[in-house]
């Protein structure tokens, strides 16, 4: 991974901003500039250079990164020994900005008594900006951890789902997982079947999984610190006409979303595309949460495919696209792609198909 040149990049940033320097607290934002993964760090990067701190326990495993940034061992209360490093690093005149969205109040107050209140503002999701796009290493990572989910997929439907409770499918994904070679999975999988699948984030249930139904599944892999994201819906016998007819549009509107995906392309006119589709065929108020999410180090991250996202989509970003119906009562369908976003296109990460699966 280019952490060096990653550092460099949000130097220009800050610069370009004005900025003397950030204190950096967001795990995924430490590990995407340094690759550092333990559970006690904090960066500051300046225009001109970066350090990193963490505690004893964790020096072993830095030793390698002390050829792009400086290595300070402090102690493991580590916000006031960060706070007082940033003061020094911004001297007398100069201002910083931190990651509100992270940082706990308690450790602001410690960083604001320091550090000087009137001498901090919000980054604005900086570091978020530079993950959006994926270089190259960062999207054969991904790459690899979508290739996971279609040997899953396969397992699970030459298992079958009637009969079995939600949990035990989730438990057996768990399992899948790792005989594929996932370091784990990248959230909690989601299946929900009969009218538990009208629940878009629904937890699995100990409750046994019908015939004649559909039952969601929606799961990821996590692998070297990158997730992937997966979701296909599955008959377990004859459906009635209500439910295969909301398959057949959720189907629909997917792919109409995939062929909207390029770059230049702003994620609300991609989610446009798709609830257009299905605002027409009557089912507005059963979709309701956005067509899609960026994925990377974490399963939701920038940009955004909803009515409400002012990103423009670009070469490099990796994004969900994931239209649902959920009807209260009788049942739901939700199929999901991972998609890397092209020039002209989008190129589809994830393989298992989408023609409607009656599995037992």
């Known amino acids: 991974m280019r952490y060096a040149e990653r550092l460099r990049r949000l130097g ?5 901003r004005g900025s003397a320097a950030m204190l950096v607290s967001h795990p995924a934002n430490i590990r995407y500039l ?14 001109s250079d970066a350090v990193l701190m963490t505690d004893f326990r964790y020096l072993g495993r830095v030793r390698p990164l002390r050829e792009f940034i400086d290595v300070r061992q402090v102690n493991q209360e580590i916000m006031k020994p960060a706070a007082e490093q940033l003061r020094e690093m911004i001297g007398d005149a100069g201002t910083a900005v931190f990651e509100a969205e992270d940082l706990a109040y308690a450790r602001y107050a410690v960083l604001a008594q320091i550090a000087g209140s009137d001498r901090l503002s919000p980054a604005g999701g900086l570091v978020e900006q530079l993950r959006a796009v994926k270089d190259g290493d960062e999207l054969a990572v991904v790459r690899r951890a979508a290739r996971l989910l279609t040997p899953v ?15 035990d499918v989730a438990w057996r994904i768990v399992e899948l997982l790792h005989e594929a070679g996932a370091d784990g999975p990248s959230f909690s999988s989601i299946v929900a079947s009969g ?16 015939a004649g139904t559909l039952v969601t599944v929606d799961l990821g892999a996590l ?14 016998g004859g459906l009635p006409a209500e439910l295969a007819e909301a398959y057949a549009l959720v189907k629909e509107a997917q792919q109409k979303g995939l062929e909207a995906v390029r770059a230049g392309v702003r994620g609300a006119d991609v989610d446009a595309v798709v609830r257009g589709l299905i605002e027409e065929a009557g089912h507005g108020e059963h979709f309701q949460h956005g067509t899609g999410h960026g994925v990377g180090l974490e399963i939701h991250e920038a940009p955004r495919l909803a009515r409400s996202s002012d990103a423009t989509l670009q070469a490099g970003m990796v994004v969900t696209v994931e239209p649902g119906i959920y009807l209260p009562g009788t049942g739901g ?24 699966i009656t599995t037992g």
Do not use: W
């Open 34 to 47: 340094t690759g550092f993964s333990g559970s006690n760090a904090m960066v500051i990067v300046r225009p």
């Open 223 to 236: 692998l070297d610190g990158y997730c992937s994201d997966c979701t296909r819906t599955f008959a377990t």
């Open 333 to 356: 369908v939700r199929i999901e792609d991972l998609v890397v976003v092209t020039a002209d296109g989008a190129e589809r990460l994830t393989g298992y198909p989408k023609e409607l």
């Open 12 to 16: 220009e940033l800050l610069e370009q």
């Open 195 to 210: 009218e538990r699948g009208a629940l878009p984030h629904a937890e699995p249930a100990d409750v046994a999984i019908p």
């Open 153 to 167: 997929y396969e397992a699970l439907a030459a298992e079958g789902f009637a009969g079995r409770s939600e949990r």
